[in-house]
T-cell receptor, first 114, second 112 residues
Framework: GENVEQHPSTLSVQEGDSAVIKCTYSDSASNYLPWYKQELGKRPQLIIDIRSNVGEKKDQRIAVTLNKTAKHFSLHITETQPEDSAVYFC?????????????FGKGTKLSVIP | DADVTQTPRNRITKTGKRIMLECSQTKGHDRMYWYRQDPGLGLRLIYYSFDVKDINKGEISDGYSVSRQAQAKFSLSLESAIPNQTALYFCATQQSTDNEQFFGPGTRLTVL
């Protein structure tokens, strides 16, 4: 199956600074790599994703970069705000044996200090 | 708005009891998933279903069973609950023509 490693497990930044969360995956065939955000007491929600034929994707203050050769992708949040405080999960698909399922990283708890 | 709902939202039960968690969706999606979330372990897949007659085991299926009663309903059962099944359980849906998974609000299960 897919092995997904996510670092760091916790991250504290000052409001206005940038935050970077890194993720590595093992299945070189993975062609869709999402990031989910889970606010305290809420459900996970997709915030951004990237396909393997693209090196970078931006959506306002968030961006994802992909190094397909090294099999790692990163979430970048610029000009952080208190509402960015949450747990962030990366994920990668496993397509073995005709199935399709996402394997999630263990999560990064981001705290933005006002 | 089309949504994914879970019942119950919270449940406390005792070791050895049979428990059923239910998931319903009005999104019209064909794929449905059950995950459990434990602190520091992320989301781990228990079972998934691509259609009414399709059931597949995930990473941690031991001790669980599922039923896909209709396209819109996917239930998770614990035949004989044990304390290490205490966790937050999420249902998710996905349309086969898209990649995004949509999560329900979660069920917090405590097994004493």
């Amino acid at each position: 199956g897919e092995n997904v490693e996510q670092h760091p497990s916790t991250l504290s930044v000052q409001e206005g600074d940038s935050a970077v969360i890194k993720c590595t995956y093992s299945d070189s065939a993975s062609n869709y790599l999402p990031w989910y955000k889970q606010e305290l007491g809420k459900r996970p929600q997709l915030i951004i994703d990237i396909r393997s034929n693209v090196g970078e994707k931006k959506d306002q203050r968030i961006a994802v970069t992909l190094n397909k050769t090294a099999k790692h992708f990163s979430l970048h949040i610029t000009e952080t705000q208190p509402e960015d405080s949450a747990v962030y999960f990366c994920a990668a698909p496993y397509s073995g044996a005709g199935s399709y399922q996402l394997t999630f990283g263990k999560g990064t708890k981001l705290s933005v200090i006002p | 708005d089309a949504d994914v709902t879970q019942t119950p939202r919270n449940r406390i039960t005792k070791t050895g009891k049979r428990i059923m968690l239910e998931c319903s969706q009005t999104k019209g999606h064909d794929r449905m998933y059950w995950y459990r979330q434990d602190p520091g372990l992320g989301l781990r897949l228990i079972y998934y279903s691509f259609d009414v007659k399709d059931i597949n085991k995930g990473e941690i299926s031991d001790g669980y069973s599922v039923s896909r009663q209709a396209q819109a309903k996917f239930s998770l059962s614990l035949e004989s609950a044990i304390p290490n099944q205490t966790a937050l359980y999420f249902c998710a849906t996905q349309q086969s023509t898209d990649n995004e998974q949509f999560f329900g609000p979660g069920t917090r299960l405590t097994v004493l």
